[in-house]
């Protein structure tokens, strides 16, 4: 009698006994199915055993004859260990590649999506038009991001060399800024060795011979120590804008320089190299241009910083701008630093008819301009303190409304060496702007750039650009930083306080500066960046601390004044000494111990 069985399962002990086939080796268990293996005979006795789910349901062979061998007809599927084994591997191999597979793509993606918000685009083949002019050995040697007063002057140099640039700035219109209008006397003998002097002039800057200093009623001038220069070297002060346009105008003029106005979006990276960048043309087109030297100097809110830099950006306070009209200050030719409370007030002439005025509000929260609150405040807290000559012209314009705010920021500089990027300008460093040095530390750093890349004869020698852009970093320090750090120095001591340690440095500060000879000299060299010595500044900035210990010690020392000496001494230090750690104690004093510094021009 035939019999079709649903799908069972034999066990090999209760098969070995009774199976027909002998040649046929059983392992311990064999699975039987009704598609192959048909005419299988059992012998009575056998156990079917029947699965479903966890339960086993057995079938008992003799239940079909009695004591002869009958041939069932069935469809058994044998599927022995090894096939299940392999099975298994096979599977398992396979999920272990797709996971390795799925999870390089998704770190290459992670990475790719980090180097765009870092500013970084993997250079490759997409639907992004390339632009041909500037593509290839036979575009261009340098890529400008930016045409400030950094990119506009670099371009210019650079293109003097012989090098063959392309600057992409955002707005090629006159800017109109209240910072960036005093140039130190430091900062204009720069401009002569770059050759761009003639840029200061018919657009009605002003000579800068000094400071004057006002507190409490009392005044002091101080004048920039010029006696061993030319007569036309001084300071100059003038409107941003017009300063800018003028060195623009003149890179134009170059044939191998190229000015074009459009947003770089990002740097272009391929293998670790920036290529060149990705912009944004005024018609709205995406465009790459490509060069083996890319400079960011898109100024104080660049958005490609951090891919070139770790950025620790810090915001101490906020200036209040404003321009005075028709108006003479205390001290022609001088700015003003009024050392007014909370914090310090600057004015100084920017045309033959305007003063700048500038309030530095601490903290990053001002009042509302918009509410009138801004308004109130300058006219109840801050025209008191001004220098009676210019009281009259500083109400008039808060009147008139032209307010204008811009936050005040300092950020140490801390690079990360990239082949074929470097940063300039407010992109890559920044101080507190009391002091005015930022434009001589942007001048002052592309003289240096300009002197390593002179013997460079193509840009395209990877290995030696790089080694060059690395000692850039450090040359440059020992000015850089000491301009940084006096700057930073300087408005942590002018800051009204509290504290009366504090009050002492601010106070003995101004008598000190006040004293003339070599104490109103030094500073003042230091501060005009004709004598940017790090050792100079930390020893005028501690003479100050110690001639304000002097004078708590007069006429007879005592127990509290030698305990807020030793305050003073403290507050002085905790000043100094982290600037200075930030900037880097290493490369600002002794640079000529760094290998970076010492590169031979190349072969």
């Known amino acids: 009698m035939i019999q079709k069985l649903p799908r069972f399962r034999l066990t090999a002990t209760s098969l070995r006994s009774s199976f027909p086939y002998k040649d046929l080796s059983l392992s311990p268990r064999l699975s039987l199915s009704t598609r192959r293996f048909r005419n299988l ?98 575009g261009i040697d340098v890529i400008i991001v930016g045409a400030g007063v950094a990119g506009a002057a670099l371009a210019h140099t650079l293109g003097k060399e012989g090098r063959r640039v392309h600057v992409i700035e955002r707005d090629l219109s006159e800017q109109d800024r209240i910072v960036g209008e005093l140039l130190q006397p430091g900062g204009y003998l720069k401009l002569i060795e770059l050759g761009l002097e003639d840029c200061v002039k018919e657009i009605d800057a002003q000579r800068v011979l ?3 200093l006002f507190k409490d009623g009392k005044h002091t001038k101080l004048s920039y120590p010029l006696e061993t220069f030319d007569s036309d070297i001084a300071g100059r002060s003038f409107h941003n804008g017009r300063f800018v346009q003028r060195m623009r105008e ?16 990002s740097l272009l990276e391929e293998n670790g190299t920036i ?8 018609e709205g087109n995406e465009l790459r241009s490509y060069a083996p030297l890319t400079i960011v100097c898109d100024g104080c ?18 200036f209040v701008g404003l321009i005075l009209e028709n108006c003479e200050l205390p001290f022609a030719n001088h700015g003003h630093v009024v050392l007014g409370d909370p914090s310090p007030i600057l004015l100084y002439p920017i045309s033959s008819t305007e003063v700048r005025c500038l309030v530095d509000v601490p903290g990053q929260k001002v009042p509302s301009i918009g509410n009138g609150e801004m308004a109130k405040y300058l006219k109840t807290q801050v025209a008191p303190q001004v220098p009676p000559e210019v009281r009259e ?32 300008g407010d992109a890559f460093n920044m101080r507190h702007p009391l002091t005015g040095g930022g434009m001589t530390v942007a001048l002052a750093d592309i003289v240096i750039l ?86 100079s500044l930390v020893l005028h900035f501690f003479a100050v601390a110690i001639y304000a210990v002097g004078r708590l010690m007069l006429p007879f020392p005592s127990i509290k004044s030698f305990w807020l000496g030793a305050r003073v001494i403290s507050s002085a230090s905790g000043i100094i000494f982290p600037i200075i750690k930030a900037e880097g104690v290493r490369q600002m004093f002794f640079p000529r111990t760094i290998s970076a510094i010492y590169r031979p021009p190349p072969q």
């Open 450 to 535: 300009r002197e390593l890349l002179r013997p460079i004869h193509s840009l395209n020698d990877k290995e030696a650009l790089s080694k060059y852009i690395e000692s850039f970093y450090t040359l440059r320090k020992p000015v850089a930083s000491t301009i940084n750090t006096l700057a930073g120095a300087l408005y942590k001591v002018f800051l009204a306080s509290s504290d009366e340690a504090k009050t002492e440095m601010r106070e003995a500060c101004f008598d000190y500066l006040s004293l003339g000879g070599v104490c109103a000299s030094g500073p003042v060299a230091l501060l005009s960046g004709l004598n940017p010595r790090p050792l």
């Open 41 to 138: 005979s059992l012998t009575t006795g056998a156990t079917v055993i029947r699965r479903r789910g966890a339960a086993e349901e057995r079938y008992k062979c003799g239940s079909l004859t009695s004591t002869s061998k009958k041939t069932i007809t069935m469809a058994p599927v044998i599927e022995l260990d090894q096939f299940i084994l392999g099975t298994f591997v096979a599977s398992l191999f396979a999920f272990v590649l797709l996971y390795v597979l799925r999870r390089n793509s998704s770190r290459d993606a992670n990475l790719i999506r980090s180097k765009k918000n870092r500013g970084l685009v993997v250079a490759q083949n997409d639907a992004v038009s390339r632009n041909p002019a500037t593509e290839g050995d036979s």
């Open 301 to 318: 809110f660049s958005n490609l910083r951090r891919s070139l830099c770790k950025p620790k950006v810090d915001v101490p306070s906020t």
């Open 275 to 282: 290529k060149g960048v990705q912009y944004k043309t005024k």
């Open 393 to 424: 012209a500083f109400i008039s314009a808060v009147e008139k409304g032209n307010i204008r705010t811009m936050p005040n920021r300092s950020m140490p500089a801390d690079p990360v060496p990239t082949p074929g990027a470097l940063l300039l």
């Open 210 to 212: 000094g400071y004057a």
């Open 250 to 265: 003149k890179a134009a003029t170059l044939s191998n320089v190229r000015l074009e106005q459009g947003t770089v979006t």
